[in-house]
């Protein structure tokens, strides 16, 4: 059975343990409700270090006022499991009360490339993950923390800030892991009934076509997001919420493609948000 500790100073001792005998740490930060995508990066973080610890928290700082942070699905057993097939060797759970004491002051805030895509329709959002994956860093100093390019804007903010404040934790991307039909793998997909889970498909979908334009010698960004709107409103279900072309590390908007470039979108399906991403090259 992994250990489960809740508390800093326990994580510190275990950790120190491990440091003294110079062994490598890496570490997968994530809210939980795990699945294939999570063991994805559990398996790499297990292939490049001695050992691995997962933190599972869901971060109330990372929500929103109206979003769904008491509803967001939790099953510690399964995790467990989950965890244990993966090579996890430390599962760091810690209560809300232990990562905001009482008096709590503190957020970090990056700015720039938190403002487009997710940023606009979650303003706090990125604050309330850099703070949360900030203090898991101080916490644990892993060598090395694992993120996948699912969430592609929270990659390249938590890069940011890890380069900007000389955090000595290498960040390394993984792939996005999808479903056998390409929605992209996400806890929120339990929410989605039969019909909106359909409806869903949409998302990949209208990548694929993108991505297949940019294959095909298409530049324009406009162009672009019209292929992806015009097959996303095919599907009544879905409220479109942002479609971008950017540049993959600086976020910037960009108005043709020339070099790396992410398109990126996120859409509403009935009370559900979901997010989804294709990198691309032209
Ligand atoms: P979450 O529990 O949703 O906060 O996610 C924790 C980590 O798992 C983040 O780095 C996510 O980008 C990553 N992740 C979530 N879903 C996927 C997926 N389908 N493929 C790859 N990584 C994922």
């Not at 250990?3 to 120190?16: F, K, M, Q, S, Y």
Request: hydrophobic share 40%; aromatic share 4%; net charge neutral.
């Amino acid at each position: 059975m992994i250990p489960i500790l809740g508390t800093v100073p326990e994580i510190r001792a275990a950790v120190a343990v491990w440091k003294k005998e110079r062994m490598s740490i890496g570490l997968v930060p994530t809210m939980g409700y795990l699945h294939e995508g999570h063991q994805s990066l559990m398996q790499r973080a297990a292939g490049e270090n001695d050992r691995v610890v997962v933190s599972i928290f869901v971060n109330p700082l990372q929500f929103g006022p109206h979003e769904d942070l008491e509803r967001y699905p939790r099953d510690m057993e399964r995790d467990v499991l989950c965890c244990e097939g993966a090579g996890v060797h430390l599962i760091f759970h810690p209560r809300s009360d232990i990562m905001y004491p009482h008096e709590f002051h503190t957020t970090i805030t990056v700015n720039g490339l938190t403002e487009g895509l997710c940023g606009k329709s979650r303003p706090a959002h990125f604050a309330g993950v850099c703070t949360v994956v900030c203090k898991l860093f101080n916490i644990i100093a892993p060598d090395k923390a694992y993120f996948g390019r699912k969430d592609a804007q929270q990659l390249a903010v938590i890069r940011r800030m890890t380069q900007d404040l000389n955090i000595p934790t290498e960040i390394v991307a993984c792939p996005i892991v999808r479903e056998q039909d390409g929605l992209a793998k996400s806890s929120r997909n339990i929410y989605l009934r039969p019909e909106e889970r359909k409806a869903a498909l949409a998302l990949s979908r209208s990548l694929r076509l993108a991505e297949q334009a940019v294959a095909d010698g298409e530049r324009d960004s406009a162009i672009l997001r019209t292929v992806i709107k015009t097959e996303l409103t095919t599907e009544p279900l879905i409220a479109i919420d942002y479609i971008e072309i950017v540049h993959p590390v600086s976020m910037r908007p960009l108005r043709n493609l020339a070099g790396p470039a992410l398109i990126a979108l996120a859409a509403c399906i009935g009370k559900t948000r979901l997010i989804d991403n294709v990198a691309v090259t032209a």
